[in-house]
């Protein structure tokens, strides 16, 4: 029989790797390091796959607090020795909320970054001055790897529209080029950590 112990540390671990790669940029940006934020974005193809064994072992957990114990099991306990928090539902259930929560991160991970666009003010841009640009990027992995590299090229004084997609690993600029070139915009995409591909 495979102790609590072990099946609620295989959970938080797996559900944190599940979602790791989505972590760290927010991580990143928080500690100020945003050249990490791509770092773990090769466990983004297993993602499935973690989530998958994250839900079978903490189902398994919940199976055996409820399954019923057999005549030695009750034989075995003592009345007055009461369950150690280890061994709890409570545990099990605060393990099993630490995973959802961890698991469903890359769909609210946006909150984490600075919307820039609620703070700016309406420009008008002569349209011959209006560039557009697509950069395709390597190491984009969900919503949330959009989120950071749109908030870091948003900070950019003269841009004024910024989509990133990471399903089609690209992100499309529209800025005004008489106040930032494509340089800076490739550069404050580089200090997130994605890679550009030329």
Not at 4 to 30: E, M, Q, R, W, Y
Not at 49 to 55: K, N
Not at 64 to 72: E, I, L, T
Request: contains cysteine; hydrophobic residues 45%.
């Amino acid at each position: 029989m495979i102790g609590n112990s072990k099946l609620i540390g295989t959970s938080v671990l797996t559900a944190l790797a599940a979602s790791i790669c989505c972590i760290t940029p927010v991580l990143a940006v928080l500690a100020g390091t945003t050249g990490l934020a791509s770092t773990f974005s090769w466990i983004a193809p297993f993602r499935p796959y973690l989530i998958g064994f994250t839900i079978l072992v903490l189902a398994f957990a919940w199976y055996q607090k409820f399954k019923p114990k057999s005549k030695a099991e009750i034989d075995c306990e003592c009345e007055d020795d009461k369950p150690k928090f280890i061994n709890s539902k409570s545990l099990l259930f605060l393990v099993t909320l630490f995973s959802v929560v961890m698991l469903a991160f890359p769909h609210y991970s946006h909150i984490f970054y600075s919307n820039t666009d609620i703070n700016r003010e309406v420009v008008y841009v002569e349209q011959s001055n209006v560039k557009e640009i697509k950069v395709t990027i390597e190491g984009m992995t969900c919503t949330g790897c959009e989120a950071h590299i749109e908030s870091e090229v948003n900070k950019l004084d003269g841009v004024l529209n910024v989509d990133a997609d990471y399903k089609a690993a690209n992100t499309v600029i529209k800025y005004n080029e008489t106040k930032v070139d494509v340089q800076k915009i490739e550069t404050a995409i580089l200090s997130t950590g994605y890679k550009i591909i030329k």
